[in-house]
């Protein structure tokens, strides 16, 4: 129901969407054929934050986040995503958003993710999620939806949003195979960039709506709740009070570290014998 009404809100947005300029269009173009960055954006980047579940897989032995998406993150934002233009919900996460650099508004964003891939999917790749409440079809693939990869996206969003999925290519591929364009991070966070970029530049939506793609950015619901407990460790310069103090000076390269060091430990535990 709520893909059917984004669909909606898309359509009623088309006329919004001819009228955007061309330099807007030119930063939506987050990425090329290939998934790769484009090269309109050169930013530096910082080490990112870790979440709270970035953190606890770390500890379970679990695979964590892998710090390369923050840099693709970061290096993917538009302009117009660390402009004035965003919403000013953006404060409830980040109360000094719209005073930090514009490097640091991209380390805010790749934790956001973070965050958001955290509580859709796990942080797993390669997620593929049929919900048997939804009995809409997917118009590319002609199947029940799906919802797969790190921000749980479809193969309509292909079509809705320019993602770089192929479900030619994609169709004969196992469900959970990395090799599948939806599931391959640098594409599926593109994507997710650009529903983001329509929701709250091009249609002035709040980051927290009910009409949000995800339900995890949808106020009320369980899913946002989960959102919510991710983003309590957002950078430093957010100045966000009452960040978890076990968590202030973790980031995805340090947790990342950490839990390969402790599967190294296993592995040769493990080969060791008795």
Known sequence: MQRA??????????????????????????VDRDGQPASIHEARTKPVPATPIDAKKAELGGKTWN?????????????DMLSSDVPHDVR????????????????FWAYFFQALAGAEAGL????????????????????????EGLLQLTYEDEKLYGCDFDWKHDRNLPSHDPAKTILQPD???????????????????PIVTRRSYWATL??????????????TNPP??????????????????????????AQE???????AGP
Not at 17 to 29: G, T
Not at 265 to 271: H, R, S
């Open 218 to 231: 949808q106020p009320g619901t369980v899913a946002y709740r989960v959102f919510a407990k991710e983003m």
């Open 124 to 147: 797993n790749p390669t997620t593929n999620v049929r919900h048997p409440q939804m009995a809409e079809i997917d118009k590319v693939t002609g199947e029940p939806v799906h919802s």
């Open 265 to 271: 430990a296993q592995t040769e535990e493990a080969n």
């Open 236 to 261: 430093a310069a957010c100045e966000k009070p009452a960040r978890p103090a076990h968590l202030k000076n973790a980031t995805t390269a340090s947790v990342h570290a950490k839990a390969e060091h």
């Open 92 to 107: 409830r996460f980040c109360p000094n958003f719209f005073r930090m650099s514009e490097t640091e508004k991209r380390i």
């Open 67 to 79: 710090p390369q998406w923050d840099h693709f993150i970061e290096q993917s934002i538009p302009g």
């Open 5 to 30: 009404l984004n669909i909606i809100v898309m359509l009623a947005s088309v006329s919004v969407l001819h009228a955007a300029s061309a330099s807007a269009q030119s930063v939506k173009a987050v």
């Open 187 to 205: 594409r599926n966070l593109a994507c997710g960039i650009r529903i983001l970029d329509n929701q709250i530049i091009t249609l002035h939506e």
